[in-house]
């Protein structure tokens, strides 16, 4: 239910890496379920205008916020600038991300890439979620639902050689998700992992014809590419509380990638 039929404030989200692919379905997702939306990313092109624009349409508040994840010092400008524009944050999705910076052989991976990678994917992440959770519990409301969503991949359980180094942030976010779960579970914050599998994006699209034949070949059971909206939809159900009793679960948006066939 829209938190605006029940005379409260508006929930507030921030959505790092929400200017396009995984990031624009997750922003829009979050405005249908009623969440004004600060999306925070690199720059603000064409791409962040249009994921703007879907969150009004939605009937939402929408603000940009230009922000390197990896740059711990802005993560405090970014933070008072959503408490200033929208309001009191209500969910978190720490969806930035990166991959490595050229496909080959695990044996290849270099230091700069490994470094670069990290500082996005993990260090970014588990720094600004940390921010986040002393403002929670410095701020207790019981009677708003406030989560953190973290958007993984497919690759914190499956091996990819030619990307070890994704794998590696990939993998360490699981246990982060539940660290935070179990630290913050006795301040009313959940926590929560999706693993997104092939979903068709900007940073697919370098695979697309290897996708397409491993997918005809039966990759997942539902023998489709994913969508952001797949992964959006995911995303907005954890945020609007539906789960209250559950925390640090990893939600597999797959296409049933995940299960184990004999």
Not at 90 to 99: F, H, R
Not at 221 to 232: E, K, L
């Amino acid at each position: 239910m829209d938190s605006t039929t029940r005379n409260e404030p508006p929930r507030v989200a921030l959505v790092t890496g929400g200017r396009r692919g995984i990031g624009r379905g997750i922003a829009w997702a979050l405005a249908e379920s009623g969440f004004d939306v600060a999306l925070a990313d690199l720059v603000r092109d064409d791409a962040a205008e249009e994921t703007l624009q879907g969150v009004v349409e939605r009937g939402r508040r929408g603000l940009y916020f230009g922000c390197d994840v990896a740059d711990l010092d802005a993560h405090a400008a970014l933070l008072a600038g959503v408490q200033e524009g929208l309001g009191p944050l209500d969910c978190l999705v720490n969806n930035a991300g990166i991959s490595v910076a050229r496909r080959g052989d695990l044996l290849d991976a270099s230091p700069e890439s490994f470094d670069r990678l990290l500082s996005v994917n993990l260090r970014g992440p588990f720094f600004l979620t940390q921010r986040v959770a002393r403002a929670f519990l410095a701020d207790r409301r019981p009677d708003r639902y406030r989560s953190i969503v973290n958007i993984s991949s497919a690759n914190a359980f499956a091996a990819s050689l030619n990307r070890g180094e994704y794998c590696l942030s990939k993998a360490a976010i699981t246990m982060a998700t539940r660290l935070f779960a179990a630290r913050l579970a006795e301040g009313g914050v959940a926590v929560f992992e999706i693993r997104p599998g092939v979903i068709r994006t900007d940073m697919t699209a370098v695979a697309t014809a290897d996708y397409d034949r491993r997918i005809a070949e039966g990759l997942s059971p539902i023998a489709r590419w994913g969508t952001p909206a797949d992964v959006g939809r995911a995303a907005a159900t954890l945020a609007s509380g539906a789960f209250a009793f559950s925390t640090g679960d990893a939600i597999h948006v797959d296409g049933g990638f995940h299960i184990q066939r004999l």
